[in-house]
Structure formats: C-alpha cells, structure tokens
C-alpha cells in the first residue's frame, strides 16, 4: 500500500487521466450516459426527485449522496429556490444546498432549468470527481481530503471558510500540526491563528498548493500510520459543516412533510 504522499502524487500528477481512467469505469460510464441522455427532458422537480437514478447521480455529483433519500427535505430546497434570501436552501449552514438549488434551478427557470451546461455535463464532470475522490478514500482517507482541499481551497476566501468545514479544517490542522484542541477556543480565536500561517492567495497558486497538500500528506501519515497501510475507514463527513446542521429530529419532521409543502 502506497503512502498518503505517494498516492495523492500519484494521482495529482496527471490529474486528467487519473479523472479519465475513472470516468470509463463500467458503472460510472454507465450512470454517466445515462443521467446526460436523460436530464433535459426533466421539467420540473418533482420529475427529477422521481428518477431515482437521475436524481442519486445529481445528489453524488454535489456530495450530497448521504441526503439522497430524504427527498421531501430536497424538494424543499428545489422548490424554494435560492433567490429569497428567506429561502429554504439560504437558510442552511451547509451550502452545498444551495450551490445543489443553483444548479437545478427550477425555481427561476422552471422548465428550461435542465438546458444549462451545468446541470448537464457540468454535473457529469463533479460526478466523476466525486467517484474519484470516494474510491481514493476506501483505500487511504487522507488521500481523499487532499484531492477534496485541492478542489476547494482555490474558492476559498475566508479562513471561517476553513474552520466551517470538517474536512478543510482536519486538513489544515494537519498540516499546521495544529492540535485538534484548539478547535475548542473561541472560533475568532481560530481564525486568527490560521490567518497568521496561511494565505488564502497561496492556494490559487498549483505549485504552493500542491507543496501544502505535500506537507499534509507527510504529516497524516506520521499521524495515522494505519492509513498508509491498511484501507482506511472515512471517519470525516467531507464538505459537511462543523458546528452548524440538521438535527436528526429535524430531518424526521422534514421527512413527514408533505410533497410540496411550503
């Protein structure tokens, strides 16, 4: 089993192709063919909820796929959109539901909200990404949030970006050998300390990124010496919020909504 640096080196190298050998994966390339032959006769939410198939490839694609089967709760998001600042979706800590409404905006599109090339291959690349990135961490966790920072950290411009994210903060802890007691001081505290040794600019640079993901990758396999030697189970919600969510009790009484209730 290679190291956490040798196989996300491995991968970064020749992203492209690593992207490409797992697009042509049988599954993959089966699922993909299908969600873009069949997304723009879409017309409105509740037809894409209903398509299991289409609807759990569009969940995956936005590292929602854990939510894939609380389907009242996501026609919520989809049919309030993300225009009203008062929205369902706009209401929520985590934003991948939000950049979810965006993308299937039926809500200001209505029947031509399937006609973007976001949802159509715009979505089939996240997919691919996504798989990826899931099939680097059924062998080595901290591969996954290597490839996971990388994809993130160029958007970022905030460090309450980072300590909002489960994933963006165990990676930057790490690789700051910041201890993760210090997720328990004040959070202004946090973000203090972080701004001190980052610059946030640094990761839209491929090479300084690529040296701090380096970094990381030595330090987590100091720290976990298991994943570099066994399949390491996820133990971290990648793109989940930290402090902030969805009760389970919340999701219950979601779920007991009503299709289309406001």
């Known amino acids: 089993m290679l190291t956490t640096i040798a196989s996300f080196s491995q991968i970064a190298r020749d992203l492209d192709r690593s992207l490409e050998t797992t697009s042509q994966q049988p599954a993959v390339a089966r699922e993909t063919a299908y969600y873009l032959e069949n997304i723009t006769k879409v017309k409105s939410a509740e037809e894409f909820i209903e398509d299991d198939r289409l609807f759990n490839y569009a969940m995956t694609a936005h ?3 854990e939510m894939s089967y609380a389907k009242a709760f996501m026609r919520k998001v989809l049919d309030e959109g993300v ?5 369902f979706a706009n209401g929520l ?6 950049d979810f409404a965006e993308t299937f ?5 209505g029947e031509t909200a399937t006609a973007f090339s976001r949802t159509q291959q715009g979505t089939a690349d996240l997919y691919v990404r996504q798989t990826m990135e899931i099939d680097a961490g059924n062998e080595n966790e901290g591969v996954r949030l290597a490839l996971y920072f990388q994809r993130k950290a160029p958007e ?4 309450y970006s980072i300590l909002a994210d489960r994933a963006l903060l165990e990676v930057v802890q790490t690789a700051l050998s910041i201890p993760p007691e210090a997720s328990f001081q004040n959070i202004d505290r946090q973000a203090e300390e972080i701004a001190k040794r980052l610059d946030l600019e640094d990761f839209k640079n491929p090479e300084k990124l690529g040296r701090f993901l380096q970094q990381f990758s030595a330090l987590w396999d100091i720290k976990s010496p298991q994943s570099s030697s066994s399949a390491a189970v996820p133990s ?7 402090q902030y969510g969805l ?6 009484q979601i779920q007991g909504l009503k299709i289309g209730n406001r």
Do not use: E
């Open 105 to 109: 905006n039926f809500a200001r599109y």
């Open 63 to 65: 590292g929602l796929g």
């Open 247 to 252: 009760s389970s009790s919340l999701l219950t």
């Open 93 to 98: 800590a985590d934003r991948r539901y939000r």
């Open 236 to 242: 971290i919600s990648i793109g989940a919020p930290i």
């Open 83 to 87: 225009d009203a600042n008062d929205s």
């Open 156 to 159: 970022l411009n905030s460090v």
